[in-house]
């Protein structure tokens, strides 16, 4: 299991065998709100107080930004909040930016990401969203998103 431990501003692995008594860390002084995976088990990490994404490879030391990192702000080099994410099988990183009321697709490499859904400022119109918070796009490419109540 590996778990973003916010509070402990760390990530932290367990084990599932049985008899384990402590975790291992992964990651630490983060401020972590999310994570995923994707099938090269590269390990993609919110840092909600740097407004990033970056993606973690296993035995690396270092990281690489996959998202955000340019401060808060709604640039499409940033992020504001960034709630929750889904990696697919191209290493392209959707995000939904809880506090710009969209998703976000970054592909593989690129500096600036794109917004696929809302973009139109917070409301409830087919065009917009409010604090979108679970994302999941599947096989065929369709985005599906969670969004809180206005």
Same mark, same amino acid.
């Given at each position: 299991l590996i778990i973003c431990d916010q509070t402990n501003r760390r990530v932290v692995r367990w084990s599932r065998r049985s008899g384990t008594t402590q975790g291992e860390i992964l990651i /630490?002084?983060?401020?972590c709100f999310g994570l995923a995976m994707d099938d090269q088990r590269n390990l993609y990490v919110f840092d909600v107080a740097k407004h990033e994404v970056r993606r973690h490879q296993w035995g690396e030391k270092n990281?690489? +930004?996959? @998202? *955000?990192? #340019?401060?808060? %702000?709604? %640039? +499409?080099? &940033? $992020?504001?909040?960034?709630?929750? +994410? =889904?990696? /697919?099988?191209q290493q392209n990183v959707y995000v939904? !930016?809880?506090n710009n009321h969209h998703v976000m697709k970054w592909n593989k490499g690129a500096k600036e990401g794109i917004v696929v859904a809302g %973009?139109? %400022?917070?409301?409830? @119109?087919?065009? &917009? $969203?409010?604090?979108? #918070? *679970?994302? =999941? @796009? !599947?096989? +065929? *490419?369709t985005l599906v998103t969670i969004e809180r109540k206005i």
């Open positions: /630490d002084n983060i401020y990281s690489t +930004l996959v @998202a *955000g990192g #340019n401060g808060e %702000g709604n %640039g +499409l080099n &940033q $992020l504001n909040e960034p709630r929750y +994410l =889904f990696v /697919d099988r939904s !930016d809880n %973009g139109q %400022g917070r409301g409830n @119109a087919l065009t &917009q $969203l409010s604090h979108p #918070n *679970g994302i =999941f @796009a !599947d096989t +065929l *490419g």
